[in-house]
């Protein structure tokens, strides 16, 4: 039955993979979107990846017929047509952290709501892979997956008006790293300095949904350094490809 | 290039918007714009524009201008009562002014949202292939931010020549809208409307709602009777649309504007028809809207039926 269509307003169109998050869903998001990407189809505007949803704008201008459209766009988002290879291969992306400190003034909160000593949530956090689900909430930001359970903190009690970008947090079972400056209440464990958005590069921004994630730790000398490679712009984080 | 116009007074909320930074939705940058696309439109048409130069959008508020050089302006939407040197200047109207002149607003009289377009258009670096302002990520416009006094706007320095044949362009009456202070919008039903009861659906298409003081170019707050769900009062994150209705648990729907998160987390009732933004954009707080279920046909109809009207009119400018 999937994917269902539906309209968001007048220029837009919603495909549907589930009605539950699983890794399945959001791979089948992912994969509509590489097909839709390679479609050709001449109405197609841009395309927004959610958690279990594809959503399609269209110019309707360059509709054919409605209708048309609608069957179009779910023939060629369908399951089961091959994909080409480099779909399988997912970007494995390693930030490197500064943990604690005044670069992460909340790590000894998260620390003491869990029982763990600050080096257990640092090492339980940098464990884990986390994929991104979706991209959105702000220019960058990464909906990442799943938080190692033992470490869900809830969300300060007063959010702070200002967060610098490149914090990262937790807020009850997320994680996240802020993308650009705002006010917020997650609870900050570290900082890193490498930018996931940047308006003045040719290629804005560092993560893309589908993408898998990794947090590294590291002493405040190598974060100076690599802070001051991603001020000079000569950093590039490190990435693996990973056969699913 | 060089400066055209100085801000001598910023007004309450003034930026500088294009038709939006579009394309970058997937990455969670929103594509801004102006709040009124309809205005927006009309304003670079009479200055003699291409559709998607960068123009001034005014909030309630206006600003005071100083013009730097001889240029052709055209300023639409709301009726700010708006004066060059002291002097009554039309709205839906392009005028001639000269170098050292001021372009003052004054008392709000209809709409919130005016537009004002200079000749050659606002040459502003473009952020993302966009001049468009969007606050909160600093992108955009001047340093991201409205405008402020001094801040000194680029433009195309015209000869006299060419400005003549600009000026004097008036929007027939018959084509400009009617502000009210209140509007029937026309919706395009989502398929959540499933997570609502039949009598909070009901409550919604037969009741108007209030705009709140909450309401700004992110989107719009609204008063009025609770709209209830059945159960749950969020989904799973996905993309909005610029006039999306999300409802979250308090009962209290939010119109998404220009200025939207690219993705949200609540139920949404329906998305507001292309055509029928323009509508919310000029509503102000205490202002009433109310809704009536359309479909995505008649959404299509009026979007057809405003570029045509836009093609005719750009065509029979340029020949007077």
Same mark, same amino acid.
């Given at each position: 039955?999937?994917?269902?269509?539906?309209?968001?307003?007048? /220029?837009?169109? /919603?495909?549907?993979?589930?009605?539950?998050?699983?890794?399945?869903?959001?791979?089948?998001?992912?994969? =509509?979107?590489?097909?839709?990407?390679?479609?050709?189809?001449?109405?197609?505007?841009?395309?927004?990846?959610?958690?279990?949803?594809?959503?399609?704008?269209?110019?309707?201008?360059?509709?054919? =017929?409605?209708?048309?459209?609608?069957?179009?766009?779910?023939? =060629?988002? +369908?399951? !089961?047509?091959?994909?080409?290879?480099?779909?399988?291969?997912?970007?494995?992306?390693?930030?490197?952290?500064?943990?604690?400190?005044?670069?992460?003034?909340?790590?000894?909160?998260?620390? /003491?709501?869990?029982?763990?000593?600050?080096?257990?949530?640092?090492?339980?956090?940098?464990?884990?892979?986390?994929?991104?689900?979706?991209? !959105?909430?702000?220019?960058?930001?990464?909906?990442?997956?799943? #938080?190692?359970?033992?470490?869900?903190?809830? /969300?300060?009690?007063?959010?702070?008006?200002?967060?610098?970008?490149?914090?990262?947090?937790?807020?009850?079972?997320?994680?996240?790293?802020?993308?650009?400056?705002?006010?917020?209440?997650?609870?900050?464990?570290?900082?890193?300095?490498?930018?996931?958005?940047?308006?003045?590069?040719?290629?804005?921004?560092?993560?893309?949904?589908?993408?898998?994630?990794?947090?590294?730790?590291?002493?405040?000398?190598?974060?100076?350094?690599?802070?001051?490679?991603?001020?000079?712009? *000569?950093?590039?984080?490190?990435?693996?490809?990973?056969?699913? | 290039?060089?400066?055209?116009?100085?801000?001598?007074?910023?007004?309450?909320?003034?930026?500088?918007?294009?038709?939006?930074?579009?394309?970058?939705?997937?990455?969670?940058?929103?594509?801004?714009?102006?709040?009124?696309?309809?205005?927006?439109?009309?304003?670079?048409?009479?200055?003699?524009? &291409?559709?998607?130069?960068?123009?001034?959008?005014?909030?309630?508020? !206006?600003?005071?201008?100083?013009?730097?050089?001889?240029?052709?302006?055209?300023?639409?939407?709301?009726?700010?009562?708006?004066?060059?040197?002291?002097?009554?200047?039309?709205?839906? $109207?392009?005028?001639?002014? +000269?170098?050292?002149?001021?372009?003052?607003?004054?008392?709000?009289?209809?709409?919130?949202? &005016?537009? #004002?377009?200079?000749?050659?258009?606002?040459?502003?670096?473009?952020?993302?292939?966009?001049?468009?302002?969007?606050?909160?990520?600093?992108?955009?416009?001047?340093?991201?931010?409205? #405008?402020?006094?001094?801040?000194?706007?680029? !433009?195309?320095?015209?000869?006299?020549? %060419?400005?003549?044949?600009? +000026?004097?362009?008036?929007?027939?009456?018959?084509?400009?809208?009617?502000?009210?202070?209140?509007?029937?919008?026309?919706? *395009?039903?989502?398929?959540?409307?499933?997570?609502?009861?039949?009598?909070?659906?009901?409550?919604?298409?037969?009741?108007?709602?209030?705009?709140?003081?909450?309401?700004?170019?992110?989107?719009?707050?609204?008063?009025?009777?609770?709209?209830?769900?059945?159960?749950?009062? %969020?989904?799973?994150?996905?993309?909005?649309?610029?006039?999306?209705?999300?409802?979250? =648990?308090?009962?209290?729907? *939010?119109?998404?504007?220009?200025?939207?998160?690219?993705?949200?987390?609540?139920?949404?009732? $329906?998305?507001?028809?292309?055509?029928?933004?323009?509508?919310?954009?000029?509503?102000?707080?205490?202002?009433?809207?109310?809704?009536?279920?359309?479909?995505?046909?008649?959404?299509?109809?009026?979007?057809?039926?405003?570029?045509?009207?836009?093609?005719?009119?750009?065509?029979? *400018?340029?020949?007077?």
């Amino acid at each position: 039955m999937y994917p269902l269509i539906s309209p968001l307003g007048d /220029r837009a169109v /919603r495909l549907t993979f589930g009605n539950r998050l699983t890794e399945k869903a959001n791979d089948s998001v992912q994969a =509509a979107y590489f097909r839709l990407n390679h479609s050709e189809l001449p109405y197609i505007s841009e395309m927004v990846p959610g958690y279990v949803t594809l959503t399609v704008y269209y110019d309707p201008l360059k509709v054919p =017929a409605y209708n048309k459209m609608l069957h179009q766009l779910k023939n =060629a988002a +369908k399951a !089961g047509q091959p994909l080409e290879n480099d779909f399988s291969q997912k970007r494995h992306l390693i930030l490197p952290v500064y943990y604690g400190g005044n670069k992460g003034p909340d790590l000894e909160e998260v620390a /003491r709501w869990n029982s763990l000593e600050t080096e257990e949530v640092i090492k339980r956090h940098t464990r884990a892979t986390y994929r991104v689900y979706m991209m !959105g909430f702000a220019p960058g930001f990464p909906y990442l997956g799943e #938080l190692d359970e033992t470490l869900a903190t809830p /969300r300060r009690k007063t959010p702070r008006k200002k967060v610098p970008s490149g914090s990262v947090g937790i807020a009850g079972p997320q994680t996240g790293v802020y993308s650009v400056d705002s006010p917020g209440g997650w609870q900050i464990i570290g900082h890193t300095p490498v930018r996931l958005f940047d308006a003045g590069k040719e290629e804005p921004v560092l993560i893309k949904a589908g993408d898998l994630i990794s947090f590294k730790s590291v002493n405040e000398q190598e974060y100076e350094d690599i802070f001051h490679e991603c001020e000079k712009g *000569i950093y590039r984080p490190s990435i693996e490809s990973k056969e699913e | 290039m060089s400066p055209l116009i100085k801000i001598e007074e910023p007004g309450l909320h003034t930026t500088i918007q294009d038709t939006g930074r579009y394309g970058m939705q997937q990455y969670g940058v929103v594509p801004s714009g102006p709040m009124d696309p309809f205005a927006f439109r009309i304003a670079n048409l009479l200055a003699g524009n &291409a559709p998607d130069e960068a123009a001034i959008e005014i909030t309630m508020v !206006g600003p005071s201008v100083r013009f730097l050089e001889n240029c052709v302006i055209a300023i639409t939407g709301a009726n700010l009562s708006p004066t060059v040197d002291g002097r009554k200047v039309p709205v839906w $109207g392009s005028l001639y002014v +000269k170098k050292g002149q001021e372009l003052q607003f004054g008392k709000p009289k209809h709409g919130v949202r &005016a537009y #004002l377009a200079i000749a050659g258009g606002i040459q502003t670096q473009k952020v993302l292939h966009s001049r468009a302002t969007y606050t909160k990520a600093e992108l955009g416009g001047l340093k991201g931010q409205p #405008l402020e006094t001094g801040d000194e706007l680029p !433009g195309r320095t015209l000869p006299d020549t %060419e400005l003549s044949k600009r +000026k004097g362009k008036l929007l027939s009456e018959s084509l400009r809208p009617y502000y009210q202070s209140h509007h029937m919008v026309r919706i *395009i039903p989502d398929e959540q409307e499933s997570y609502f009861t039949k009598e909070a659906l009901q409550t919604f298409y037969t009741h108007s709602f209030k705009v709140t003081p909450q309401s700004d170019r992110m989107g719009y707050r609204l008063q009025g009777q609770q709209i209830a769900h059945k159960q749950e009062a %969020e989904i799973l994150s996905e993309a909005v649309a610029f006039g999306s209705i999300q409802v979250p =648990a308090d009962g209290a729907p *939010i119109i998404l504007m220009a200025d939207r998160q690219t993705t949200g987390g609540y139920p949404k009732i $329906g998305t507001i028809i292309t055509h029928d933004l323009w509508k919310v954009a000029q509503l102000m707080p205490g202002h009433t809207l109310s809704f009536q279920r359309s479909s995505v046909e008649e959404g299509h109809l009026w979007h057809e039926y405003e570029t045509n009207l836009l093609k005719k009119l750009s065509v029979s *400018i340029q020949q007077k």
